[in-house]
């Protein structure tokens, strides 16, 4: 998204926050927690969900959607469902907070209006969802020097030798 017209990855409110130093000098964010951020933010855009704010010049009517994104490719559903996997990692309570900072990249202090929250109560929320959308990406065990989660296409060795495959 670096090279996108109007658009500064320095000045996204993620990035303010992952950057921002605390009072002894740590991080606001670990690490884990703004890679957590970043990777949701890849994923909803390669899913297409940011709203289309220009209008389309080209010729060609564009077929409404239907429901289940039929015109949408193979990877952008993929990065559909892990968006939806990931806020339902997050829950129902904080989902939308990643999404409005993460995704829509709104600040802090417009997301605590919006919602009528008191001033810098966002700060902390986020953090927190932050902290379990890490742990669900795997990125709290690799940054504590533990291997992230393994996925693999077929059970362990052991199990396949125990039913005879």
Same mark, same amino acid.
């Given at each position: 998204?670096?090279?996108? +017209?109007?658009?500064?990855?320095?000045?996204?409110?993620?990035?303010?926050?992952?950057?921002?130093?605390?009072?002894?000098?740590? +991080? /606001?964010?670990?690490?884990?927690?703004?890679?957590?951020?970043?990777?949701?933010?890849?994923?909803?855009?390669?899913?297409?969900?940011?709203?289309?704010?220009?209008?389309?010049?080209?010729?060609?009517?564009?077929? +409404?959607?239907?429901?289940?994104?039929?015109?949408?490719?193979?990877?952008?559903?993929?990065?559909?469902?892990?968006?939806?996997?990931?806020?339902?990692?997050?829950?129902?309570?904080?989902?939308?907070?990643?999404?409005?900072?993460?995704? /829509?990249?709104?600040?802090?202090?417009?997301?605590?209006?919006?919602?009528?929250?008191?001033?810098?109560?966002?700060?902390?929320?986020?953090?927190?969802?932050?902290?379990?959308?890490?742990?669900?990406?795997? /990125?709290?065990?690799?940054?504590?020097?533990?291997?992230?989660?393994?996925?693999?296409?077929?059970?362990?060795?052991?199990?396949?030798?125990?039913?005879?495959?």
């Amino acid at each position: 998204m670096s090279g996108t +017209p109007g658009f500064n990855e320095e000045e996204t409110p993620l990035t303010r926050l992952a950057t921002r130093r605390g009072r002894g000098g740590e +991080p /606001f964010l670990s690490a884990a927690e703004a890679m957590a951020g970043e990777r949701i933010r890849a994923d909803f855009t390669r899913g297409q969900m940011t709203p289309s704010l220009t209008q389309r010049w080209d010729a060609m009517p564009r077929a +409404p959607r239907r429901a289940g994104g039929g015109d949408l490719g193979d990877t952008a559903i993929d990065a559909r469902n892990r968006v939806s996997a990931a806020c339902e990692a997050v829950g129902p309570e904080l989902s939308g907070l990643v999404l409005d900072v993460c995704c /829509f990249l709104k600040g802090l202090e417009t997301v605590e209006r919006e919602r009528q929250w008191p001033a810098r109560s966002a700060k902390l929320l986020l953090k927190t969802a932050l902290a379990m959308l890490a742990r669900h990406y795997g /990125f709290d065990r690799e940054e504590q020097g533990r291997p992230g989660r393994i996925r693999r296409w077929r059970a362990p060795k052991d199990e396949v030798a125990e039913h005879g495959g």
